[in-house]
């Protein structure tokens, strides 16, 4: 089991390196968003520099390097806390993309594609309170944030066995948006639908 573990991690790393806004945007001939923008290349951005269709494709795209990996690994029978750890590695992947120069975005929504084997009711919760969240102040930064270190609180009551690789998960995430999070303090965070490519704080949903 200790191979496959090791074999999962891999694929999750690998699978995460994808980095589909990259992709994305080379396919819509759009500027490359590690460049542009917020310089993050995550939905966000590729929202704020070609729209929405390329954003939704990045962000299926992103939601589905977490779910696949983890969802293979549930169900070859992997345990929980190893489960996190391959969660962990997909967001790794898409923070350190192997195949764009170890230049990637926050990895939220990778981190959420991860969170959805656990069941559909956690995804639910946590798309609502990302949406209020985004709703009430703005901040896409903010809004996942915010979700991210709820979802530990979620699983508790949903399936409890997984509140601590939810916990890893989260900590990572949180971790990733430091800046971020000294941006908010200091007032300087643009808000989501703020297009101007020059900004540089959004934070992929």
């Not at 779910?67 to 293979?72: A, E, G």
């Not at 300087?188 to 959004?202: A, F, I, P, T």
Request: glycine share 10%; net charge positive.
């Amino acid at each position: 089991m200790i191979a496959t573990i090791i074999l999962m991690v891999s694929v999750a790393y690998l699978c995460g390196s994808l980095s589909s806004a990259v992709v994305i945007s080379r396919l819509y001939r759009l500027p490359d968003p590690r460049q542009a923008g917020s310089q993050n290349p995550g939905a966000t951005n590729v929202y704020r520099l070609g729209g929405r269709i390329p954003a939704v494709l990045v962000l299926v795209m992103d939601i589905l390097k977490g779910t696949l990996p983890v969802y293979v690994s549930y169900w070859i029978g992997i345990d929980a806390v190893a489960l996190g750890v391959i969660a962990i590695a997909a967001c790794l992947g898409h923070i350190f993309p192997l195949y764009f120069g170890f230049k990637g975005g926050k990895a939220v929504a990778t981190a959420f594609g991860a969170m959805l084997p656990i069941g559909l009711e956690l995804g639910a919760l946590l798309i609502f309170t990302w949406g209020v969240a985004l709703f009430i102040w703005g901040y896409s930064s903010l809004a996942a944030i915010i979700t991210v270190a709820l979802a530990p609180l979620y699983v508790w009551f949903i399936k409890p066995l997984y509140t601590l690789p939810v916990a890893m998960l989260s900590i990572l995430i949180i971790a990733r948006h430091r800046a971020n999070i000294v941006r908010l303090l200091k007032g300087e965070e643009s808000k989501v639908w703020n297009k101007q490519g020059k900004l540089k704080s959004d934070s992929q949903p």
